[in-house]
């Protein structure tokens, strides 16, 4: 056996390596990829009809929404991308770690429920399609860096909740 064998039979095997080299994550790429074409293809076609006959305060919805999902979508697929790297060997996990930090993945949004509403199904689909795919990738990041998830909530500070309901009984702030 060498010695190059050795050191390598002697490493322990990468959780993250192995997970994103796995026919899993090969899935997750083509199902997010194709999100992205399908979306484009919404947007610049049948969506852009759609929009025109949207009232003010739907074509608004509209607008906010769809700046939203194509932003949620290039994240998610520059992260895709720089992941396929790492399955494809053309750089290792620690490269692609580095390379992360450019590629922020955003925490889950809240959405207005009475704006998705007014929005066209079609639309509506994509977004909830899209939220979908950002959980899985968020899920997987956390697991590949072996961190834990961020929520859109903030923890809470226990201080700073009895500072508030302290305020609050003195005729400040609300707790």
Excluded: C
Excluded at 12 to 21: D, N, T
């Amino acid at each position: 056996m060498s010695e190059n064998s050795t050191l390598t039979a002697n490493r322990p095997v990468s959780f993250g390596e192995r997970l994103a080299s796995s026919q899993a994550f090969s899935d997750l790429f083509r199902s997010g990829m194709a999100l992205v074409e399908e979306t484009a293809t919404y947007l610049d076609g049948p969506g852009r009809q759609e929009s025109k006959k949207l009232d003010r305060g739907a074509a608004l919805a509209y607008a906010t929404e769809s700046m939203r999902l194509t932003t949620r979508l290039m994240q998610l697929a520059s992260w895709l991308l720089l992941h396929r790297a790492v399955k494809e060997g053309e750089m290792s996990l620690a490269q692609a770690s580095k390379e992360k930090n450019k590629v922020k993945l955003s925490p889950p949004e809240t959405h207005d429920a009475n704006n998705l509403t007014l929005l066209p199904p079609s639309l509506r689909n994509l977004i909830e399609r899209s939220v979908s795919l950002q959980n899985r990738v968020r899920t997987l990041d956390a697991i590949l860096y072996n961190r834990e998830l961020e929520t859109s909530l903030a923890p809470v500070n226990p201080v700073e909740r009895q500072l508030g309901i302290i305020k609050a009984a003195f005729g400040g702030e609300r707790a």
